[in-house]
T-cell receptor, first 113, second 112 residues
Framework: GENVEQHPSTLSVQEGDSAVIKCTYS??????FPWYKQELGKRPQLIID?????GEKKDQRIAVTLNKTAKHFSLHITETQPEDSAVYFC????????????FGAGTRLAVHP | DVKVTQSSRYLVKRTGEKVFLECVQD?????MFWYRQDPGLGLRLIYF???????EKGDIPEGYSVSREKKERFSLILESASTNQTSMYLC???????????FGQGTRLTVV
């Protein structure tokens, strides 16, 4: 089945710096790759997603890139702010339907003022 | 706004007890999921359901079962709770293929 690996597990940056989180997946038929943000004590919430027919997608300070050949995708956050501090999860939707998502292990991002 | 509500925020149960975790959604979504969240392991899929009375095993179904008698309600059952099932449990719902998953607030279960 699908396997998603996520790196790094922790990331510490200064406010205003950029942050990059990388994920790889194993199922070449996976076609949907969302990113979720989970603030402390709260439920995960979708922040951006990308489908396999697109190489890059941007929404204000966040962007996601997808390399289907290499089977990896990345989250880029520019001009980080303290409120970006959270755990970020990447996910992949494997072939076979049912809309299930396989998640990475998560990255704890800390943005220091 | 989609509402996904889990019946308990915190639960403490004894080893060997049968435990029921309930999840209710109000948006008529076909697909519902139970995940387990542990530090360093991310969210792991336990079971999912794509229709009433239909269920499929996820990646870690051992020790769990599920019930979906009505479209809006998906229950996770721990047949005989064990200490290694102490974890945060998250329910999620999805409307259609490759669309946003909406999560419940989570149930932190402690088995003593």
């Amino acid at each position: 089945g699908e396997n998603v690996e996520q790196h790094p597990s922790t990331l510490s940056v200064q406010e205003g710096d950029s942050a990059v989180i990388k994920c790889t997946y194993s199922d070449s038929a996976s076609n949907y790759f969302p990113w979720y943000k989970q603030e402390l004590g709260k439920r995960p919430q979708l922040i951006i997603d990308i489908r396999s027919n697109v190489g890059e997608k941007k929404d204000q300070r966040i962007a996601v890139t997808l390399n289907k050949t290499a089977k990896h995708f990345s989250l880029h956050i520019t001009e980080t702010q303290p409120e970006d501090s959270a755990v970020y999860f990447c996910a992949a939707s494997p072939s076979g339907g049912y809309n299930k998502l396989i998640f990475g292990a998560g990255t704890r991002l800390a943005v220091h003022p | 706004d989609v509402k996904v509500t889990q019946s308990s925020r915190y639960l403490v149960k004894r080893t060997g007890e049968k435990v029921f975790l309930e999840c209710v959604q109000d948006m008529d979504h076909e697909n519902m999921f139970w995940y387990r969240q542990d530090p360093g392991l991310g969210l792991r899929l336990i079971y999912f359901s794509y229709d009433v009375k239909m269920k499929e095993k996820g990646d870690i179904p051992e020790g769990y079962s599920v019930s979906r008698e009505k479209k809006e309600r998906f229950s996770l059952i721990l047949e005989s709770a064990s200490t290694n099932q102490t974890s945060m449990y998250l329910c999620a719902t999805v409307w259609a293929v490759n669309t946003e998953a909406f999560f419940g607030q989570g149930t932190r279960l402690t088995v003593v």
